[in-house]
């Protein structure tokens, strides 16, 4: 069974329909007095060329480019104002900043990370621990005799 659509002039009997079938349209030619449609025309493209040759097109595309990049990062900057007073998306990001940094510097105390960087970096900017990697092969007829 397929839906059927109810017909517009039973669903609104006191409004009449403002087209019918005695309803003359319009001449083509009454319309066309006042408006016209126009493509490009000739001079569009030799003007379009002309703009391109001496640079302007581009001065102008680049300049629209500009216009367009400073608008967008105007209007984010706004959003951005806008979220922060209304979220305080700054305050909370400080304050998980800090606890961060707090928890940070309680893990460098308890397994003492600073002291250990620090001669660490010592030893290896005077050239300190020379390590020497030897590479032992063990063959199996050794390791069973």
Avoid at 77 to 90: F, G, L, P
Wanted: charged share 25%.
């Amino acid at each position: 069974m397929g839906f059927i659509l109810p017909c517009p002039v039973s669903m609104w009997p006191s409004t009449s329909p403002r087209f019918t079938i005695t309803t003359p349209y319009p001449h083509p030619r009454a319309a066309s007095s006042f408006l016209q449609v126009k493509a490009f025309q000739r001079g569009d493209f030799d003007r379009l060329a002309d703009n391109v040759k001496s640079g302007k097109a581009w001065r102008d595309a680049w300049r629209s480019a500009n216009d367009g990049f400073e608008q967008f990062v105007f209007e984010a900057k706004k959003t951005a104002e806008r979220i922060d007073r209304q979220y305080a998306v700054s305050r909370r990001f400080s304050s998980a900043a800090s606890s961060a940094a707090d928890r940070a510097r309680e893990i460098d105390r308890e397994f003492g990370i600073t002291p250990r960087v620090r001669t660490v970096s010592a030893d290896f900017s005077r050239n300190f621990p020379k390590v020497i990697i030897l590479h032992f092969t063990i063959s199996i007829e050794e390791a069973t005799s």
